[in-house]
């Protein structure tokens, strides 16, 4: 993969903040992270290739190869790093998504919030985020997020399984929230307005691309 | 005024803005974040802070000036204040929203017009300040000198 070694963990951080974002951001690169920031859950879920009413599942070899799962294998996030309180979808809808999906499932979590609700930490612990951090977050925080990176390094729960290198829709048609700051994430740009990955996929097999 | 002397002078100002409450500890956070690879940092979370606090002021005035006011809609404007000044240590501006948030609770309007009166001469002084700051800062750099910590 030819990843530099200080940049070996890519963190996806959520918050509808923008000032939240450009703090998370920046704290996570100090700490030699790859990040991209998204303002919502549902953004969240698009970049892990997770929509919300359908479920992808990526380890069906004998589903033919298509963009769709190939935009899944190709954006290997480490960790979600998520602002509780979003509008739409709350940190914990999208941690319980994260948690209930076969192929995000092992992506360690990591929940943010302003306020200091001992239920609300409980609960989104019980739903399994590793950490519960009080805003405003800092470096000392982050400390701990190696441990959790460092466990899924040896999972191979990203696996590559074609060759080809697939085009699929830059992050920035999104929403201009959307930010990628990694050298070393192959997405690339693809024509708008084909999007075969938005269509629902038929029970055994997938939609082709137009 | 020579370069020593912008620096006490930007020493002494940063001070006062923590004495008086107008920063805390978050806004050191920031500055411990800034480096000679994003030597903006500091200014540009701030310039943020600004556009998005003269947002949702306005959006205050609106719901406080509404028939029937949500106050649910009203509350979710304070939390986000809140929450963005708690991010750049803006302490005044902070107090200020969680005694806003209580009176939305209570459905207060005239508490609510009394805090949003109060935020928003908090937050043109806080931001009058940090101008201030940065200016100094600015003038210092141009001088050829450095930021004292």
């Given at each position: 993969m030819g990843m530099a070694a200080d940049s070996e963990f890519h963190v996806l951080a959520v918050d509808d903040s923008i000032i939240d974002r450009k703090l998370i951001e920046r704290l996570l690169k100090t700490s030699s992270y790859q990040v991209t920031t998204v303002d919502s859950g549902s953004k969240a879920l698009e970049f892990l290739g997770l929509h919300e009413d359908d479920r992808i599942h990526q380890n069906t070899p004998s589903v033919s190869p298509n963009n769709h799962q190939w935009r899944l294998q190709e954006v290997e996030v480490n960790l979600v790093i998520t602002d509780y309180c979003m509008p739409g979808m709350t940190g914990y809808d999208l941690l319980k998504k994260i948690k209930e999906s076969s192929s995000l499932k092992n992506i360690p979590v990591v929940i943010m919030s302003s306020e200091n609700v001992p239920s609300r930490i409980s609960r989104c612990l019980e739903e399994g985020a590793e950490e519960f951090f009080l805003k405003p977050v800092r470096l000392s925080d982050l400390s701990k997020l190696r441990p959790h990176l460092l466990k899924t390094k040896?999972?191979?729960?990203?696996?590559?399984?074609?060759d080809e290198k697939p085009a699929f829709p830059s992050p920035k048609q999104e929403g201009k929230e959307e930010q990628q700051q990694s050298k070393n994430n192959k997405r690339k740009a693809m024509e708008e307005g084909v999007s075969p990955e938005r269509t629902r996929p038929r029970p055994n097999g997938i939609t082709s691309m137009v | 005024m020579d370069l020593v002397q912008l620096q006490r002078q930007l020493v002494e100002y940063r001070t006062s803005l923590y004495h008086e409450g107008f920063l805390d500890e978050q806004y050191t956070q920031l500055q411990e974040l800034?480096?000679?690879?994003?030597?903006d940092f500091v200014v540009e979370v701030v310039s943020l802070f600004f556009e998005d606090s003269e947002r949702l002021l306005n959006e205050l005035t609106k719901a406080l000036e509404q028939q029937s006011i949500d106050f649910k809609r009203v509350d979710a404007h304070v939390h986000q204040l809140k929450g963005s000044s708690s991010s750049i240590g803006a302490q005044r501006v902070q107090k200020v929203c969680i005694a806003f948030r209580n009176y939305c609770e209570e459905q207060n309007v005239e508490g609510c017009l009394k805090c949003l009166q109060q935020v928003r001469h908090e937050y043109s002084l806080v931001k009058t300040k940090l101008e201030s700051m940065f200016q100094l800062e600015q003038q210092i750099l141009s001088a050829g000198g450095s930021i004292p910590m």
């Open positions: 040896s999972k191979d729960h990203c696996k590559e399984q074609v | 800034q480096d000679e690879n994003n030597p």
